[in-house]
């Protein structure tokens, strides 16, 4: 039995729909990114708006760039790009956390298993794991520009004086 040219057009129309739905049914990114397999949390609570494209990759942009803190500080960037796949954000760029007074880029963020409880966040040099638990809840967000590295200074503080040596 072959298919009318009508039928092939209405079966195409429904597909592209069902296709493209999953992209445009999530009214904000804490919802996009709980029907992903990740917590609300990831994003701080006031977000200007989000892009997610038919390749996975996802713009969310802030009104502006801040600092919050979940285990460690994290800084969000105005502008937070990564690749959005079932339990995963890979790629990430203009994410930032604090480790021993330096600023880390976080590169991924994986759940592997939900059933864990557990949350991975690549820095590049080490591997972090969190439980999910602490990013259940989108976080309030601190206004903030790009934090500076610091100085560890072994004088700062102390005041140097020149002494001399007595003669007894």
């Known amino acids: 039995m072959a298919i009318s040219p009508i039928n092939f057009i209405l079966g195409f129309q429904i597909l592209l729909f069902l296709t493209i739905l999953p992209f445009s049914y999530c009214e904000s990114i804490h919802e996009l990114l709980t029907s992903k397999g990740l917590p609300a949390g990831l994003v701080p609570k006031d977000v200007k708006s989000f892009n997610l494209d038919e390749n996975g990759l996802l713009e969310v942009y802030l009104y502006a760039p801040c600092l919050t803190k979940f285990e460690n500080r994290v800084f969000f960037e105005s502008v937070i790009k990564g690749n959005l796949s079932y339990g995963m954000l890979s790629g990430l ?8 007074f330096i600023w880390l880029p976080i590169k991924d963020i994986i ?23 602490l990013f259940e809840n989108p976080p309030d967000c ?22 001399g040596f007595d003669v007894l």
């Open 93 to 100: 760029e203009g994410l930032q956390q604090e480790e021993l």
């Open 111 to 133: 759940v592997d298993d939900p059933s864990s409880g557990l949350i991975l966040f690549d820095v590049g040099v080490v591997h972090k794991q969190f439980s999910f638990s």
């Open 142 to 163: 601190k206004s903030e520009d790009k934090p500076q590295q610091r100085r560890i200074s072994y004088t700062s503080g102390v005041s140097r004086k020149k002494k």
